[in-house]
């Protein structure tokens, strides 16, 4: 399993600049996990998305999408979102690790 990182955390809250669900810019932001650890989802940087304490709350484990119906929310450009940040998150993630394994390589 791959544990979020601070700087994965750190970058997730950057790239949404807000509450992931709502838009809440005024507010702490708290980690939630699109599939909730009760339903197998991980704390990984692909199922984690910052969201203030009033979505997280109301959201408890249920699914992202009829949870977002129920609030009238929009789940299609959440979804979308979603997917681009994870995969620049993910790019940026395996830039880092070919990083490190040159710079590994590199004599002292």
């Known amino acids: 399993m791959h544990e979020l990182t601070d700087s994965q955390w750190d970058a997730l809250k950057v790239a949404w600049s807000g509450c992931a669900y709502c838009g809440a810019t005024a507010t702490p932001l708290q980690k939630d996990c699109v599939l909730p650890i009760s339903r197998g989802g991980r704390y990984e940087v692909n199922n984690v998305v ?32 979603q997917a681009e940040i994870s995969a620049s998150l993910a790019t940026q993630t395996t830039e880092d690790v070919a990083q490190a394994e040159c710079d590994d390589d590199v004599p002292a």
């Open 50 to 81: 910052p969201c203030c304490r009033s979505c997280n709350t109301s959201k408890c484990n249920a699914e992202v999408t009829s949870w977002m119906r129920r609030k009238k929310l929009d789940e299609r450009a959440f979804l979308l979102r």
